[in-house]
């Protein structure tokens, strides 16, 4: 039998899946969820030493023999200070070892509660990382749990082996119940490095949708090892403005994201197998359909150098750690195969467009201004707002696309911008609302200056962000924080640039083509919109484009059982 503690189930399950079997065990009463599971089960070999100080050391020495990792197990508070000696010589001897070390929750910690120090503290060279699991609650709870044990025990063997701890609350071992008779399904990562054996990497007949993250223009190289994998398999690559990929089989299919339904997206457009590489997409609206909470069901496989265990999804089975064109290259089959898959997706943004006539606001612009920015450009769009609804629009692909969707802050967004400008003669645009251009405002004098800076700036009298359809509270003066800044004029005067505005779409127009050339003064060019035609201009757009994947949709099972067989439907569902 074993406890209900989750955290403790997630453990003993996954030491099994990565087939950790030796364990030194300390004796105490905060491990003894931890122990009971482990104790009463033939898979592992138990070994019971009362000093943990000893405990550590005898663990050394079954890996000298074994060559196999080890797990450890002592108790709370000063059983695990006593690790410390053996896993300094671990760490120095690269001695892969878990220490799972029990702990009151961290409620008590520090609290002059009973035996209840920090313990997580360890020094700087006795482990290579401390992983300090949360007190397991909830799903999400279950979720972060999950990763991390995968993590740690990952850790112990990644590239030079040492010991790691991972730290376990145990809210009262006392109260502890063990009457589960099996351990859950836990989902086990593997990690996977250039010289290992990739034979379970199996992609064929499967649905495979590649998310390209945020990315620099990729190398020829880059681009022939991506195309070689995607001509192979029965695969797309979903990308937006960031991801700055223009392959083949590329959808920029961020309006069907947004607009599909959790139900269409499971029944017709999920993958089996999502693959990852680059950095963030920064992509609200694939995150909300590929994440646990929505019980979507595939594999999801990160390719990255870093190698690290980055679960966005909740569904991470495999991290091959290398070049992603490593990796495709290894995996490029020597077929020529159906692209159904990307045809339903091409197919599905290929039905949204986006209605004629659209209230002045961010879309508008974009609208107006997508297909005038010249080619060969840089564009930067600040986050959220700009960058969502940029990404609706296509761009030539020779524009070069970049955002600060790595930490997501609305406070470099132009001197990242300035940076890049200063390095090429290219013409350079940056879309941007007002309270990120006034947070950022001082970059604005920076005086290596050249005349290829294009700045939008949307003033739309605070975070319009938050005042649309998505966000239901009040959220004007505080969340919004409207009425801070008036406008741009005077600073971008002053600092030497050309300023021009528009209050609406005649003003827009006639300074649009300006805006777009090149000229021998930069310019800011800030226009007024109001968080109210932002939120209407959106709303269009969805419902528009709902509207046309309701469509696609309907011609998809037309197509399957032909005309008679929609009557049928109907008549069932309609009752008659
Ligand atoms: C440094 C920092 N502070 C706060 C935020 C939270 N935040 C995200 S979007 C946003 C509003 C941005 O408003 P604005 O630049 O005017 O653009 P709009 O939404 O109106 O297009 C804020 C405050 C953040 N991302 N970064």
New binding site residues.
Partial sequence: MYTTSKSVQIIVSLLKQHGINQVVISPGGTNVPIVQGIQDDPFFTCYSVVDERSAMYFAIGLYFETGKPVATSCTSAQATRNYLPGLTEAFYKHVPILAITASKHPKYWGQEYMQAPVQTSLSVDSVKQTFSLPYVDSKIDELHCVRMVNEAILEITHRVPGPVQLNVPILDSVIEVFDVPELPSVRSIKRYMVWDEWNDADLTGKKIMIVAGEHRPYSDNQIAAIDGFVESYNTFVYVNHLSNYHGKYAVSANLAMSCLSQNDFEKSYKPDILITIGGQIGDYYIFGKLQSGNHTDFEHWRVAEDGNIVDTYDKLTKVFECPFELFFTRLTGNRQVEHAYYESWEKLQGSMAIPEELPFS?PYLAQQLHASIPKNSCLNL?????LRTWCYFPLDSSIICNSNVAA????GCMSVFLGQSVATDKLCFLV??????F?DMNSLGIRHRKKNIRILV?N?D?????KLNSHPYVADTFI??AGHNGTVKGWAESTGFKYISAVNKEEFLQHKGEFVFESEQSIVFEVFTTPES?AAALKTIHEKSSRSIKDVLKNKVRSVIGDEGVKVLKDIFLGK
């Fill in positions: 961010n600040a986050i959220k707002n700009s997501f802050g609305i406070d941007i609302g007002d309270l990120a251009f947070y949307v739309n605070g975070g319009a962000e938050f919004a924080a932002e």
